[in-house]
Structures are given as C-alpha cells and as structure tokens.
C-alpha cells in the first residue's frame, strides 16, 4: 500500500512482509540443484553431451519453477497497519486485498510454534466482529510486538471514539 492510497489523516504504523524463512526451502533447493548440476559437469561420467547439455536444462528449470514462486509469493505478501486500518495485499498475477477497520477489531490473537519462536515469528488471527473469518496473517516477524502496537491502536481509538 502506498502512501497514496491512505486515507486523510491516515498515517503507516508498522508495514510488514511475511518472514523470510518462507524462502529458505527454495533457496536449499536451489543449492542442492546447482550442487547435481556441478557434479555432472565435474565427475568423469560417461555420458553424451546431448544427455548433459539436457539434463542441465532441466535442472535449470526445475530450480527456476521451484523458487520463483515462493520468492515471488514472499514479496508480494505485505501487512500494513495504519492508525485507522489494518491491511493484508498478496498476489503475483492478481493482487487481492483485505482491510479490517481498527474500530471493528474486537480480538487480536497469536499463535506461535515451536519453530515460529525459533525464527522469531508467529500467525497473528484479527477478529472483527462479523461473519466472515478472522483476518490470518501468517509467518509476522515480531508477532508478539505487532499484537501489542495492535491492541494499542484498537484501545486508541476506542477511547477517541468514547469522548
């Protein structure tokens, strides 16, 4: 979200990405394919060329199809809390989005696993009151800090809204 997309009197609190160990499978991957792809270069195997040159190829693609789309799922997932709002935008090809105004916010939870605490992060569920689900956002670093600035903003307004 860019600033000007912000409402009048809208500020940015705290703009989050998903943690970047949502691309460190990839990245393994990838290392693991370029070490296979090396050998079979490297070591003396008795092979056709047409054999290696397609063999390469298709490792080549394999790690391309492989990290891409997690890394470009990554990168464009992004949460952004405002004063007034919070905001969850993902997509490569089509961007979606969902805003959950802070004077509807009637819950904010966390979860963390055993490896979320590890890395750092957690899933933080924001509940507003309606029949849909709560909004969901996954692998937030900090996650415990963000809930707190959160309940902060939500009691903020709600005090403003009481005078």
Not at 93 to 99: H, P
Not at 113 to 132: A, K, M, N, P
Request: glycine share 6%; net charge neutral.
């Amino acid at each position: 979200m860019r600033e000007e997309h912000l409402a009048e009197g809208e500020t940015i609190v705290l703009r989050l990405r998903t943690h970047p160990k949502k691309v460190i499978k990839p990245i393994l991957l990838l290392v693991l394919l370029l070490a296979v792809l090396v050998a079979l270069w490297v070591l003396p195997l008795p092979v056709d060329p047409f054999v290696l040159w397609f063999a390469t190829a298709v490792i080549l693609l394999l790690g391309v199809v492989a990290a891409a789309g997690p890394f470009l799922r990554w990168r464009t997932t992004s949460y952004i809390i405002t004063n007034q709002r919070v905001a969850l935008r993902t997509g490569i090809l089509t961007q979606t989005g969902r805003d959950i105004p802070l004077y509807r916010i009637n819950n904010v939870t966390f979860e963390k696993q055993l490896s979320d605490r590890f890395w750092g992060c957690g899933t933080l569920v924001i509940s507003d009151g309606t029949d849909q689900p709560g909004m969901v956002l996954d692998d937030v670093p900090g996650v415990e800090e963000v809930q707190r600035t959160l309940q902060d903003l939500v009691r903020q307004g709600q005090q403003l809204s009481d005078d």
